[in-house]
Nanobody, 115 residues
Framework: QVQLVESGGGLVQPGGSLRLSCAAS????????MRWYRQAPGKERELVAS????????NYADSVKGRFTISRDNAKNTVHLQMNSLRFEDTAVYYC????????WGQGTQVTVSS
């Protein structure tokens, strides 16, 4: 079964950190670039970060550059998003997905930045 399961979200104060994980199954994970997206209430889903197949090339949205780090473990079929210096505006549901293959969206993981 093709599946993406996100985890690691939670409630954190501004300036705090969280590490998100995405477990992939049912497809050849190591053959696809991966991305993290987020969707805030009332807004469209936006691309946050992407990572190439081997993990060499990484790209970030300007809004998270220098604060977030995407990584992957092809042996464990997982992709991570380390989020530091979190801001109120990072509050959203975070999703992962693969590039170039149609995979149903997972349930996402809620990140709430609040004091």
């Amino acid at each position: 079964q093709v599946q993406l399961v996100e985890s690691g979200g939670g409630l954190v104060q501004p300036g705090g950190s969280l590490r998100l994980s995405c477990a992939a199954s049912g497809f050849a994970f190591s053959s696809y670039a991966m991305r993290w997206y987020r969707q805030a209430p009332g807004k469209e889903r936006e691309l946050v970060a992407s990572i190439s197949i081997a993990g060499i090339r990484r790209n970030y949205a300007d809004s998270v550059k220098g604060r977030f780090t995407i990584s992957r473990d092809n042996a464990k079929n997982t992709v991570h998003l380390q989020m530091n210096s979190l801001r109120f505006e990072d509050t959203a549901v975070y999703y992962c997905n693969a590039v170039g293959i149609e995979i149903p969206w997972g349930q996402g993981t809620q990140v709430t930045v609040s004091s």
